[in-house]
């Protein structure tokens, strides 16, 4: 599982965890979000998603989160070769496009842990921290890379980017409809 | 679309492709075919399989049938990177295993089809002649390659292996179920 907290970007964070961490990569991702053809997703809070970016495309599912605090929770990662032939055979069966997240990300490593600085179209800059492991033991080095980044736990954001960007979708549409009405 | 026909395996039809067609590869093809959380795939005539074959893993959706005397049906293949996440994330959705097709295949070309002497497990032996094409214009080709083989289009079988499968596994069920009563 990804043991992941997000925090918002605060100026000078960025040096600070140069201090700390080396630069893996930079890259531009892409991602297509769908919605099941007869689940919820935003009631399971689960997700699939295609990424693209300059390592290739990525199938991805996301499992329920785990933890109250953090946005900790089960990832299964599958590289495919196509991303117009992931997308058509996802539509095929009923998934629907529902939001598109781009970001361009910076990858960090310290240890086991990635720190990624991410500046999100529409959403702004963030820091992630994330650890793979198999279970959420390793939560508190999370929060422990966060304190010397100079957050505390109560910063901690727990939604998804895909969240954030239906949740601003979704006030954006009903201050259109107030205006209507 | 693949525009394919399917044909029963007799004495002597082997030694009549190699004479007019080339053994490109010799495979073995495990099938592992899902039912949709939420659509009866066999009331749609559609399937979602990943197939692990020599050539690697991928993932495959196949539409309803379009032709009345053959196979032919439109599929979206996606090769994938590992089979056991291809699995998981599946399940993870709701689709759900409900059978495999192994089978001993030899590929033989002939111009732009492809002809198969599939050796199957439990089903037995089979031709199937196959045109990737853009329409079903091709279809006479096919049948035309099919009788150069020996057989005329009213041998065409259309049922999939995986259909011939279910068919036969639905006749055990229901004669245990006889002897039961």
Do not use: W
Request: include cysteine; charge should be negative.
């Amino acid at each position: 599982m990804e043991v992941e907290a997000k925090f918002p970007y605060v100026e000078g964070v960025e040096e600070k965890v140069r201090e700390i961490a080396e630069l893996i990569i930079e890259k531009y991702e892409h991602d297509v979000y769908f919605a099941h053809p007869c689940r919820d997703f935003a009631q399971t809070d689960e997700a699939i998603r295609i990424r693209r970016d300059v390592e290739g495309i990525t199938l991805t599912y996301k499992g329920p989160k785990v933890d109250a605090e953090t946005k900790s929770r089960e990832e299964i990662k599958l590289k495919v070769e196509d991303f117009e032939s992931a997308r058509r055979i996802l539509e095929k069966l009923g998934f629907k496009p529902v939001a598109e997240v781009k970001k361009f990300r910076k990858i960090y490593g310290f240890g086991d842990a990635i720190i990624c600085v991410d500046k999100v179209e529409d959403l702004g800059k963030f820091v992630e921290i994330e650890i793979e492991a198999e279970n959420l033991d390793v939560k508190e080095k999370v929060f422990h890379i966060a304190e010397q980044l100079g957050y505390s736990r109560e910063d901690s954001i727990r939604e998804s980017y895909l969240e954030l960007i239906l949740q601003k979708k979704s006030r954006k549409d009903s201050s259109k409809n107030g205006q209507k009405s």
